[in-house]
């Protein structure tokens, strides 16, 4: 019998308990016998795969695996028996187990599978052509349009309910609501418009500073921030705040069907979770405002009195010439289109959850993102509104 | 059986708030052993099996897997440890961004240097295992909550390691399921030698697996029984465990099915 052997890690063989080693023979009839032994394990699969692909590239077939001295077979060591055959290509029978130990039998018979005849029943993800595809996004554009109608419906029917009845306001909540809203944004408002007010202070006494007309940096920010920015400021920090807060928070309840919970016990889940929120939102981001009117006017103060020279009952004289009545309600009003924006679309990205964990991520991005697009969007259309109106 | 402890506690107290929740909890489980750890609500189980996974500390005591310590051991050590376990959590824990294949195949792919193409083939032998294999592509969320925890088992058994903890691995299933999962549950420990540690509260699983249990108590927070649940069923001193174990209510406190006290 002629014998060629290899010999593989013969020091750490007696080392480790996870060492294995091969041995292949030339059988005398016909083919080759690959004495295996040791651990045929998750550990040694990576190894034993490799080594034996490129030994047994070029040996004749049949060959025999011969177990009797395996120490150890766990489910990736057959698996490597059986991705051998196929890596080589060896037909059924050429390819031989022999003498494996009993209690690995079982393990053995696992790689014997055939997914294909198992797995026609259900068929995972289809590929879709563009067409199809396009035709897919349309209905569920349609279908979000119409959960949208409804949704704005129901919040209707509920705002009548409290009108009708205002216990069902729950009381609790809306004032909860109310501070995390209201309260608790109110210094990032304050620094962001002091700041705001600031810049455009500095930035137009560039321009102005250059005809002698200082003073009339008083107006412009107050202007600016009473009409424009002091809303659109608001509006912007309290959708990446309290909308995104919304539309997780629901996101949550929606998909650890809290929601269905609530439904089932008689709740009007939109009286119960959309309307503190809408309530709380429409009070406090016009308080936020004046807030961020009040610190923008400040900061044009500032600048006004270090680096223009102005005197601040100067300053104050001409903000107070330059704002009417008109223009803070104008200001107001915008700011309550926005919280109704912010907290409804907070509410209904939330109400819209479906899935697992990323869908809650899913529900906060898209209610920011959409509610500073509605913002903005509204903000142009009361723009156009006012060129009519004067 | 061999008599080497693969797990040691010894003397494990843990509180919160002072709310004393186990105290002085002593055990070793040799290897190869299914283990049993039962009780009723609110007794401590799987506040006993964090603790003994590693994801909480414990004001006192220590628990060893194999020769390492969890409790007061280096973070290189406690890697090392946690490659010899595999968890099932209550909840099957999958991630929800990930098909069921890639959440099994996350493990293999991380700790073992085989190709592709036979991961793939792993991921589907382990899921074929628990009956899943047509379901690799398919997202958590769109497949039942049993299938996600025979999910969740692939993915704890993907390694193969060497103590298996399963936290309820059977309740919420119905029968069939939950005898196939005890099937499997016992061909693995057979096949493979793995230890398990199964927290449950389902009467057919503990006679059917066990070799051995403890049986946690709510009001003394501590270990009442310790033995071969046959034996325990009418042997045991405790009228309670004997009570728990014939599924008797006569007793002066209701123990038995229920949730878990979080």
Known sequence: MQSHNTQLMPESMEKTPSAWNYEIRENNASGHTVRLSGRIAIETASDCLKQLTSQ????????YFDLTDI????????????????????????????NPPEAYKKTLSLVNFDFDERCSVTSGRMKNNIIVEFGAAAIEALAGIRFM??????????????????????????????????????????????????????????????????????????MAMVSELGPIMTAIVVAGRTGSAYAAEIATMKISEEIDALFSMGFNPTLFLVIPRLVASFITIPLLTVFANFFGIAGGLL??????????????TQTIDALTIFELMWGL???????????????LKGFQAKGGASAVGHAATAAVVNSIFLIILFDSMFAVIRSYIG | MPDKPIIELSHLTVSYNDALILDDISFSVPAGEIFLIVGGSGSGKSTLMRHMIGLENPQKGHV??????????????????????GVLFQSSALIGSMTIGENVALPIIEFTDLPKAVIANMVRMKLSLVGLECYV???????????????GLARAMALNPEILFLDEPSAGLDPITAAEIDELILHINRSLGTTMIIVTHELDSIFNLGHRLIMLEKTTKRIIAEGMPYE???????????????????????????????
């Open chain 1, 56 to 63: 047994l590239k070029k040996t004749a077939l049949p060959i």
């Open chain 1, 71 to 98: 120490t150890v077979l766990d489910d990736y060591g057959a698996l490597v028996l059986f991705e051998l055959k196929h890596a080589l290509k060896i037909p059924d029978a050429e390819f031989q187990i022999i």
């Open chain 1, 333 to 347: 009003m915008k700011s309550c289109v926005f919280a109704i924006l912010i907290s409804g679309v907070g509410c």
């Open chain 2, 64 to 85: 060893f897997i194999e020769t390492i310590d969890i409790t007061q051991c280096s973070d290189d050590a406690f890697q090392k440890a946690l490659k010899k376990i």
């Open chain 2, 232 to 262: 325990l069923k009418t042997g045991s001193p405790h009228p309670m465990v004997r009570q728990f174990l014939s599924r008797r209510a006569d007793m002066p406190e209701k123990q038995g099915k229920g949730e878990e006290v979080e």
């Open chain 2, 137 to 151: 592509d398919h997202l958590p969320s769109e497949i039942s909550g049993g299938m996600r925890k025979r999910a």
């Open chain 1, 149 to 222: 109608i409804a949704f704005i419906g129901a919040i209707a029917l509920a705002v009548v309910d409290v009108f009708k009845r205002p216990r069902s306001l729950r009381g609790h909540d809306t004032v909860t609501y109310m501070k995390t809203t209201g309260v608790d944004a109110l210094p990032v408002v304050a620094l962001i418009s002091f700041l705001l007010g600031l810049i455009i202070a500095f930035m137009s006494s560039l321009q102005l500073k250059q005809f002698g007309a200082n003073i009339y940096v008083a107006s412009l920010v107050a």
């Open chain 1, 303 to 316: 600048i006004g009195v270090v680096l223009l020279d102005l005197t601040a009952s100067a300053y104050i």
